[in-house]
């Protein structure tokens, strides 16, 4: 892990985009940079290619907060790891790792469901379980929640709690229900898809505690290539998911106090404690707290893999990415 004071010394340098005109038209997400391929080198033949370049773009709430040095390596290093660690679960769409912000993959048709598969009831959002159930709802994304409930406990057992997938702005709620009127997927394929979550988010859940941690809640995304699903996008990064220190959380929650957090929840709720849910301009992180975040990216890489992260510190990433997609065989000259 790289220290606090060189990762304030590498904020100049962090990945906002990346612009290789070489590949064609980009696509940006909130996160990722990628291009759709159709290569000629004989090393990528077959189905149609993704390029996906994980940017240090900061989203919560909806919108860009700003930018953490090496997070993309993380969630891409990450990312990797989990596919590995799952893919006799679901075929996923990874191909290779070519650089340490870059994943070249099948390109599978999206399936324009966030599959979040929640194990206990927390959260500070809009889409959160716990914000809702604060309220005084008990049926939530269809299903119905048990009284006496408090904030960080652990569910009787896991929930699906599926949004629609938003390029831009929020993302919104589904239920079962929704999604067959709507016939977004088959009925088959939705059941696939349910029983491949929660089997992903089990597996999950137990390399997670022999780590010391606990993977609190996630979510999947899904797509189809030649009618099979595979599962795509990233899986189990701190992005897309929480974690909780294990050893810590059960004398926490006696206190009421919130959990040792190794995501982004303690961004999200630094941006709360300054009156910032989403709406107008945000404020501005300072360098500490970039660094901190940063350090805390790179600390869940090293708990959940067992290994030391060690980053690509190149003031020129847009250089070095080239360079080794030329290596890969998917830039040519």
């Known amino acids: 892990m790289i220290d606090k004071k060189n990762i304030i010394l590498h904020i100049p340098h962090v990945i906002k985009t990346v612009d290789i005109p070489r590949l064609g038209k980009k696509h940006q997400g909130k996160v990722r940079?990628?291009?759709?391929?159709?290569?000629?080198?004989?090393?990528?033949?077959?189905?149609?290619?993704?390029?996906?370049?994980?940017t240090d773009r900061q989203s919560a709430f909806d919108k860009i907060l700003g930018h953490i040095p090496f997070k993309g390596q993380v969630l891409t290093?990450?990312?990797?790891?989990?596919?590995?660690k799952t893919k006799d679960i679901l075929q996923n769409h990874l191909v290779s790792v070519p650089d340490p912000n870059v994943m070249i993959v099948k390109n599978a048709t999206l399936i324009p469901i966030e599959m979040v598969v929640r194990g206990y009831i927390t959260g500070v959002t809009d889409t959160s379980i716990w914000g809702s159930y604060e309220k005084g709802e008990r049926i939530i994304y269809g299903i119905k929640f048990p009284e006496g409930l408090q904030k960080n406990q652990k569910l009787p057992k896991p929930v699906i709690t599926p949004t629609t997938k938003a390029e831009t702005g929020h993302d919104e709620r589904l239920t079962e229900e929704e999604i067959m009127k709507r016939k977004i997927v088959s009925p088959a394929t939705w059941q696939q898809m349910k029983k491949a979550a929660l089997a992903l988010f089990k597996r999950g859940q137990k390399i997670a505690d022999k780590a010391g941690m606990i993977l609190v809640d996630t979510k999947y995304e899904m797509g189809l290539l030649d009618d099979k699903l595979l599962l795509i996008d990233e899986i189990h990064t701190p992005d897309s998911s929480r974690y909780w220190v294990k050893a810590t959380y059960k004398e926490r929650f006696k206190k009421g106090l919130e959990p040792e957090s190794y995501d982004k929840e303690p961004l999200r709720i630094w941006f709360k404690e300054r009156g910032?849910?989403?709406?107008?301009?945000?404020?501005?992180?300072?360098?500490?707290?970039?660094?901190?975040?940063?350090?805390?990216?790179?600390?869940?890489y090293e708990r959940i893999t067992g290994k030391t992260f060690i980053p690509d510190t190149s003031q020129n990433p847009t250089k070095r990415i080239t360079k080794n997609l030329k290596k890969a065989g998917v830039i040519h000259g």
Request: hydrophobic fraction near 35%.
């Open 77 to 84: 290093q990450l990312s990797a790891f989990w596919f590995q």
């Open 33 to 54: 940079d990628s291009y759709v391929l159709n290569p000629t080198s004989p090393r990528l033949r077959g189905t149609s290619k993704r390029i996906f370049i994980t």
């Open 276 to 300: 910032y849910k989403g709406e107008g301009k945000p404020p501005k992180m300072p360098p500490a707290f970039i660094a901190n975040m940063s350090m805390l990216y790179q600390s869940i």
